[in-house]
């Protein structure tokens, strides 16, 4: 029934001078190699990026529209710009640093709202890199507010996947919402335990969420973006 109501919906934007876009699927999704927009766009609808590992990629969803990212961006007519890694971090799995990393994205885009969802993954890296983590958050944050001065920043409590929490959890959250709060963006707390305790809504592989779970996450985040009146 929702993708019978989106395809409608398209039809009916496309009719009234917008743009239907259709982000890709299989493997192309699943890899992280390609950004992709939203499924449906007005011409002037405001550029969203999203700074994230795999659970803003949408990894175990079984479409790239059901991830909670491309939900709340559906709903809001907003143009999604998710070049978002599996397995990133803040240092975890960073490749590149400077030109070309997804900071450098982002700005390239020139959003008008950026979300930062990162920090799980730097979990795996906290007892040899705690120092290193905790700098490249601040370095990260500073980089992107100096760089898109007119943007309104985001910033979402990591995500965490298990009913148990490794003490680095809060070290790293608390190291975010400190960031957070020096570039002046607003803050989403609570996010590490949106699928707690709901087994039911991770996907087979036991690491990320399923079409139900990403649903639990994007009714979770309308409820916090509508506070924020967006």
Request: negative net charge; aromatic residues 10%.
């Amino acid at each position: 029934m929702r993708s019978l109501f989106l395809l409608g919906l398209g039809l009916v934007l496309v009719l009234a001078g917008c743009t239907a876009v259709t982000p890709p699927a299989g493997d192309a999704f699943r890899s992280g190699e390609v950004p992709y927009a939203s499924i449906l766009l007005e011409e002037d609808a405001p550029r969203v990026a999203f700074y994230g590992d795999s659970y803003t990629l949408g990894t175990g969803a079984s479409d790239p529209s059901l991830r909670w990212s491309s939900i709340i961006c559906a709903e809001r007519g907003w143009q999604e710009f998710n070049p978002s890694v599996n397995g990133l971090g803040f240092v975890n799995n960073r490749a590149t640093d400077g030109e070309g990393d997804l900071p450098a994205l982002v700005i390239a885009n020139d959003p008008s709202i950026v979300f930062n969802t990162m920090g799980l993954n730097d979990n795996f890296s906290y007892d040899r890199a705690a120092n290193q983590i905790r700098l490249r958050i601040t370095e990260d944050f500073t980089r992107l507010a100096t760089a898109l001065p007119d943007a309104r920043f985001i910033v979402v409590e990591p995500f965490w996947y298990t009913d148990r929490r490794p003490e680095s959890v809060e070290v790293i959250i608390g190291w975010v919402r400190d960031a957070a709060a020096a570039i002046g963006a607003d803050y989403i707390p609570g996010a590490s335990h949106w699928i707690e305790g709901h087994p039911e809504w991770m996907a087979s592989d036991g690491l990320h969420p399923n079409d139900a779970g990403y649903a639990a996450m994007a009714a979770r985040m309308d409820a916090e973006l509508t506070k924020l009146g967006l």
